[in-house]
């Protein structure tokens, strides 16, 4: 609502319009409801640092690609020799202007280091100079970061002792527990729970679906989870007759329900279509939809988050969101992670659903990826909500900036709190 003397756009002023999202998207504190970071507590799991931020699987794959060197060299070589040649090859003998490239130059530049004629050694030195707990500070203040929500994976021999030992973790991490192994790796999952105490079999005889509820519930209550997550492949199909729609419906559906949290399904990987290239190997595939939608139609007591990996697939699940209240549509997931992209489903999406959705999250691996990954997409975040709000006004709407104010909010983690609620 527009409160006493404050700025109202219209047509007549719709040319100040863009300064105001700009500024108002850049003020607006963001949860960040998907990444691969770890509080400090976790140790070596939180990665961070100029070596860390080169060696990002994205650059890797356009590091190999652009060099041919042969796997098992690169894979030789030491984590700082990786990193170097990395910023030789993508830095110095080409320009860096791919969307993983330019990231980097993005965040040295906020850092404050020069990376337009910076050395590596140079920078080296600046991470150096910081302790892990004062980067996470900086870099979350930089990147207006209000939180961010962790992968957490019970199947994970690093991280499982973590939680099991009690570890206080910093409130602006959030859990979310991860759990492809259950889903896509059955058989292997049901022998790894079962030689942890669970009375879980793979042919689901017994006690198996209780025990698998209940190691779901210990590990939500263990983390406080926001939400259940899992990816899958560009196949997946909901209902069959797999070991996978038998966890989702009998254990994962009823215990999301009964701790009153979202399942999130990321669709449309291809793990390992090139396992020399490792975590940089994965691939992408156009998905169904229909599976869905029939998740949505048939479980309305379930709240469901889903990212699909395919442009192909954006148009359809933004109609699909628009048929299903159960659902909340987010991010412009990996290889969908560039500026064509960003721009194109952030205008489908605004223009099929308003402020209902989730427009990004960074999947940020290394805490200062965040720096890049957020000034990037609020910038076409920005633009586009600048575009549509033109649109509006030129149609005869009456905007202030206090509405501005509460959609950006929205946008930037209020609709994810507000659906996990
Ligand atoms: O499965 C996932 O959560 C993906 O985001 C993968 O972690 C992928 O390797 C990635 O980092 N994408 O950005
Ligand atoms: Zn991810």
Not at 138 to 165: C, G, H, I, Y
Not at 197 to 212: H, I, L
Not at 240 to 249: C, Q
């Amino acid at each position: 609502m527009t409160q006493t003397n404050e700025r109202v756009y219209t047509a007549a002023n719709a040319g100040e319009l863009r300064e105001a999202v700009t500024r108002i998207v850049n003020e607006q504190s963001v949860t960040d409801m998907h990444t691969h970071l770890y509080a400090p507590a976790f140790g070596e799991l939180l990665l961070w640092g100029i070596d860390e931020v080169l060696t990002y699987h994205y650059l890797i794959a356009e590091a190999v690609r652009a060099s041919r060197i042969p796997y098992e060299t690169y894979w030789g070589m030491s984590k700082p020799e990786q990193a170097a040649f990395i910023w030789q090859t993508l830095f110095v003998d080409r320009t860096p202007y791919s969307e993983a490239c330019r990231g980097v130059v993005t965040v040295l530049n906020r850092l404050g280091l020069n990376p337009g004629d910076g050395r590596l050694e140079d920078f080296r030195a600046y991470f150096a100079s910081q302790s892990v707990e004062d980067q996470v500070d900086q870099v979350f203040k930089a990147a207006n970061l209000e939180s961010v929500v962790m992968t957490n994976d019970p199947f994970d021999d690093l991280e499982r002792p973590v939680w099991e030992a009690g570890a206080a973790v910093d409130p602006r991490f959030h859990a979310a527990l991860r759990i492809d192994p259950l889903l896509n790796d059955w058989a292997n999952a049901a022998s790894i729970l079962s030689a942890r105490g669970y009375n879980v079999d793979a042919g689901f005889g017994g006690q198996t679906v209780a025990e698998v509820r209940r190691f779901l519930s210990e590990w939500i209550q263990r983390m406080k989870a926001r939400y259940m997550a899992v990816s899958l492949p560009p196949d997946f199909n909901y209902p069959d007759d797999t070991p996978r729609s038998r966890v989702i419906r009998d254990c994962i559906l009823p215990t999301a329900e009964e701790h009153g949290i979202p399942f999130a399904l990321m669709i449309g990987v291809k793990r390992g279509v090139n396992p020399a290239l490792k975590l940089a190997g994965d691939g992408v595939g156009i998905a169904s939809v229909d599976a869905v939608e029939r998740l949505c139609a048939k479980n309305p007591s379930n709240k469901f988050m889903v990212t699909m990996l395919a442009r192909e697939n954006q148009h359809a699940l933004c109609v699909t969101a628009r048929k299903f209240p159960n659902l909340m549509i987010f991010g412009c997931w990996w290889f969908l992670n560039n500026p064509v992209l960003i721009e194109e489903m952030t205008r489908m999406r605004f223009e099929l659903l308003g402020s209902s959705v989730v427009p990004q999250h960074s999947d940020a691996r290394v805490l200062e990826q965040v720096l890049y990954k957020w000034d990037h997409s609020r910038r076409i975040i920005a633009k586009v909500l600048a575009d549509k709000y033109e649109d509006l006004v030129a149609s005869g709407w009456k905007l202030s900036e206090t509405a501005i104010r509460e959609d950006a909010e929205r946008l930037l983690g209020g609709a994810f709190w507000e659906f996990l609620s």
